[in-house]
């Protein structure tokens, strides 16, 4: 018995450590329309892994119909994100960002190019041939991360229960660096959000496909 209460003991600290709930986040404008595009991240304290981030969607933004695809695209720091052409011209990809500063010279159909991304923040993507396409990469250092669809929801998931600082980002949110920060309370069983995010108007660019 000796042997076993300690055994016993761990094994119910490894359940409860196991423990994990997905947040429902609603970013709506105040007129109440969903809002598309916006990320959520959260940081929980100590749930910081060793292990690398991993998100189950492409790490690619493609060149196709003189638009970016897609519009916002979230990373993990330490990932390489592919830019494959996919029209019939030429496009020259590049960032001014301080996160990344890269420029991708004249490619055309069917060839990519890719770049390593090591840090996380903002990273706001332009053709310097076409000036109406852009786009963004959001580069991230937590696994705790979503976008929202059109209907304005993102889900995280697996995330510890408890007290954790959130943040929205969308490239036309009226705040400081275009973000929002709250504390949110996780429920062991899962909880929901709403979010109220005024929105600036989106430039008026012809081919911009988002």
């Known amino acids: 018995m000796r042997v076993l209460i300690p055994t016993l003991l761990a094994s119910l600290a490894l359940v409860t450590t196991a423990q994990a709930a997905d947040l429902t986040v609603v970013v709506r ?28 969607w492409p790490y690619a ?4 119909n003189i638009a970016f695809n897609p519009f916002v695209l979230i990373v993990p720091v330490g990932s390489d994100v592919n830019f494959p052409n996919k029209d019939n011209v030429r496009h020259h990809v590049y960032s001014f960002s301080p996160v990344k500063k890269f420029e991708l010279k004249l490619y ?7 770049v390593h991304f090591d840090k996380a923040g903002i990273v706001p993507l332009g053709c310097n041939i076409h000036d109406q396409m852009i786009a963004y990469l959001v580069v991230v250092d937590t696994p705790f991360a979503a976008k929202t669809g059109a209907d304005g929801v993102a ?17 036309y949110l009226k705040a400081v660096r275009n973000q929002m920060t709250r504390t949110v309370n996780v429920p062991a069983a899962g909880g929901r959000e709403q979010v109220t995010a005024d929105l600036r108007p989106a430039p008026s660019m012809a081919g911009m496909n988002h």
């Open 29 to 56: 404008t105040p007129a109440g329309e969903p809002v598309k595009d916006a990320v959520v991240t959260l940081a929980p304290p100590g749930a910081a892994s060793a292990q690398p981030i991993k998100f189950s």
């Open 61 to 64: 933004v493609a060149q196709q």
């Open 108 to 114: 055309g159909r069917d060839e990519s190019r890719s």
């Open 155 to 171: 889900v995280i998931k697996g995330l510890p229960p408890g007290a954790a600082p959130m943040t929205v980002w969308q490239p």
